[in-house]
């Protein structure tokens, strides 16, 4: 019998999940849609970014890869775990920050937009936000059929349609039957605060972009987005028997979290920031982007020479 408790936390996470795209972009549109054009575009960008970036590039790559010895040594080898997950953040962030400068440079050529940005980025983030909602509500609908029709009950249904085999429904419902309230909701909160990262990371891009910065932009998003990626990866590994289990799930989780919340509060800051640099833009017009990163450049390299002379 699972809790009530773990069953109203994974509808929470369903719901959170789902608010977690539909609140910024409904916050977004409904500020902009009168002042400035290609909202509801720069998401849909968003959302083709992340589909071209983390799934139809990365299948013929890793397909490459598994074809090479040295790879699957690395990934079935336990010791050389840690060099397979760095390989996998560096693969996903690269194509990460190749899908956001592309929705960069697609939406801002004519009129810069920080709304249109944190647009692509909503988009950049839904899919995840939509995995975790639907994962969820299918874990609800099993939970349901496991307290009132009891294991073997949802063991056929799992394995009805030949795509799961006994042993991986069996373990299936083993996690389900285990599962707590509280790692539960934490996944509906993690997407908010993935959500804010993501954010963070196309701003970083777009301020570059409207600086004429953006190459160097890119591959600064690119590296904090690697390192995010690395770390949450590692962190969740510790628990598994690849890394040796050096603590427990329940341990590794819980940093996890922490990790995360420390990351989206860095990126709230970010974000802030760039909300009060884009008020002077809308008060003084749309090529204002240029002129206070001009001012900003000329007055760090004023700076610069005086310390020199000094």
């Given at each position: 019998m699972v809790a009530d408790s773990v069953m109203i936390a994974m509808i929470f996470t369903a719901i959170l999940s789902g608010a977690a795209v539909?609140?910024?972009?409904?916050?977004?549109?409904?500020?902009a849609r009168k002042k400035e054009a290609g909202i509801l575009s720069s998401f849909g960008l968003g959302l083709l970014a992340y589909f071209w970036s983390q799934y139809l590039l990365?299948?013929?790559?890793?397909?490459?890869?598994?074809?090479?010895?040295?790879?699957?040594?690395?990934?079935e080898t336990d010791n050389l775990y840690v060099v397979y997950i760095l390989i996998t953040a560096v693969l996903l962030s690269s194509l990460a920050s190749l899908g956001r400068v592309w929705c960069i440079w697609l939406m801002n050529r004519k009129v810069p937009s920080l709304y249109r940005a944190i647009s692509s980025a909503?988009?950049?983030?839904?899919?995840?936000?939509?995995?975790?909602?639907?994962?969820?509500?299918?874990y609800y609908n099993y939970v349901k059929i496991f307290n009132?029709?009891?294991?073997?009950?949802?063991?056929?249904?799992l394995t009805a349609s030949g795509t799961v085999n006994n042993e991986s429904a069996s373990s299936m419902i083993d996690n389900l039957t285990q599962a707590r309230a509280f790692d539960a909701a934490m996944q509906g909160i993690n997407v908010v605060m993935a959500l804010l990262v993501e954010i963070a990371l196309i701003i970083i891009i777009y301020e570059g972009y409207i600086?004429?910065?953006?190459?160097?932009?890119?591959v600064i998003s690119a590296a904090v987005g690697f390192a995010y990626s690395f770390i949450g990866m590692l962190i969740n590994s510790l628990g598994t028997e690849k890394m040796g289990n050096m603590i427990d799930a329940n341990s590794s989780a819980l940093i996890y979290d922490a990790y995360v919340f420390?990351?989206?509060?860095?990126?709230?800051?970010?974000?802030?920031?760039?909300?009060?640099?884009?008020?002077?833009v809308l008060a003084e017009g749309p090529y204002a982007h240029f002129a206070y990163f001009e001012k900003s450049d000329k007055k760090n390299s004023d700076k610069d020479k005086i310390e020199q002379v000094l």
């Open positions: 539909v609140a910024p972009f409904a916050a977004i549109y409904f500020m990365p299948i013929p790559i890793i397909f490459l890869l598994t074809k090479m010895g040295w790879f699957m040594n690395v990934y909503v988009g950049f983030a839904s899919f995840k936000a939509v995995s975790v909602l639907a994962t969820y509500l299918s009132t029709q009891g294991r073997d009950e949802l063991m056929k249904l600086r004429k910065k953006t190459v160097i932009a890119t420390a990351c989206a509060l860095a990126s709230v800051w970010i974000i802030i920031n760039a909300f009060k640099r884009y008020k002077r």
